[in-house]
């Protein structure tokens, strides 16, 4: 039956809550084409009331991060301070940005 | 009453997929659409049951109690599941047809506690609708394999539909006090709407043969008796029980 798994291509579903600002992953699942995965992830993610919207990506357009790169990748940010905006402490003329 | 039957007995059907269902998705959507009718049926049968001030029973003595004869939904939805795509057309033509019936009930100002409940229901079957509208297009304009069963579905369950459209004197009531829609105009649009879909899908659209009723007057097919039993067993064995 590897036809059907090619003709039912996996998706990732990402719901936005009532209050919240931003889609977030939810988990995924199988459907012929983007209009019956928004149809699926309505009945498999959102009966609990959890969202009141739905972006469904077709899992092969989503390239991740590969874990044994995380070093390289996320560790250097880690002692660089200065980054954030609360480090700098401004004179009391601007001090209302 | 009827439109308690209607769901409740539809629900009961849809119910028996859960586990079945040719995909994980299409199991939890079935099963969410026995729920949503579930529920139509909890809110009707509990404005059936207080019409009768003397006698008031609930809607789950309704539901339970009965026997086939005194319950008067539609043939169509008592028949067996079949397979999906007998399902999807039992469910393509009833939601078309529940749709326009809930857009009116919703409007009309005669009974406003049936009123409330059909606006609930109103956003629940366009859903229904456009999930089995949806699966027509794509069995229908499929394969070989899938136009060809799905058509034979249709064809079979066809001499159902007529009932559907079939005025008695409780709807001929309905319709003087407003509460109910007149059927032969329901026909029209419903005809328009299906007609609409089942082109798209490249289906042909069944002959109007023979057409079978009977279940608004409590004169079932054989697959009544027997879906009730399984669904009245329990609360007929031990009455009263709950958990």
Redesign the interface.
């Known amino acids: 039956m590897s036809d059907n798994k090619s003709n039912?291509p996996l998706w990732e579903v990402f719901v936005r809550s009532r209050q919240g600002l931003g889609h977030k992953h939810v988990g995924s699942?199988?459907?012929?084409d983007a209009?019956?995965a928004i149809?699926?992830a309505?009945?498999?993610y959102t009966?609990r009331q959890e969202g009141v919207s739905i972006w469904v990506v077709p899992a092969d357009s989503i390239t991740a991060s590969s874990p044994s790169d995380s070093e390289a990748l996320f560790d250097p940010a880690n002692d660089k301070v200065y980054r954030h905006p609360t480090f700098y402490v401004l004179p009391d003329e601007v001090n209302h940005m | 009453m009827r439109l308690g039957d209607d769901a409740l007995v539809l629900a009961q059907r849809l119910g028996e997929w859960c586990g079945h269902a040719p995909a994980l998705e299409e199991d939890i959507a079935l099963t969410n659409i026995a729920l949503d009718l579930i529920g139509q049926a909890q809110s009707y049968l509990t404005l059936a049951g207080s019409l009768d001030q003397d006698t008031p029973k609930s809607d789950d003595e309704l539901a339970f109690l009965r026997t086939d004869k005194e319950f008067q939904n539609l043939l169509l939805l008592e028949q067996s599941n079949g397979d999906f795509g007998d399902t999807i057309a039992r469910q393509f033509l009833f939601d078309k047809f529940a749709l326009l019936r809930a857009e009116h009930i919703a409007q009309q100002t005669f009974d406003l506690d049936a009123a409330a409940v059909a606006a609930k229901a109103v956003k629940e079957i366009r859903y229904h609708a456009d999930h089995s509208s949806k699966w027509i297009l794509r069995l229908g304009d499929g394969t070989q394999e899938s136009r060809s069963r799905i058509q034979e579905s249709l064809n079979n369950i066809w001499k159902f539909t007529g009932e559907m459209f079939t005025a008695d004197e409780v709807d001929i009531a309905g319709v003087a006090s407003g509460l109910l829609p007149d059927l032969s105009t329901l026909k029209v649009q419903w005809d328009t709407n299906i007609n609409d879909i089942l082109e798209k899908a490249t289906l042909v659209r069944p002959e109007d043969g023979l057409m079978q009723t009977g279940g608004r007057k409590g004169v079932h097919t054989d697959e009544l008796g027997i879906m009730l039993a399984e669904m009245q067993v329990l609360p007929r064995t031990y009455p009263g029980a709950s958990w």
């Open positions: 039912w699942l199988h459907a012929s209009e019956m149809g699926n309505r009945d498999v009966r």
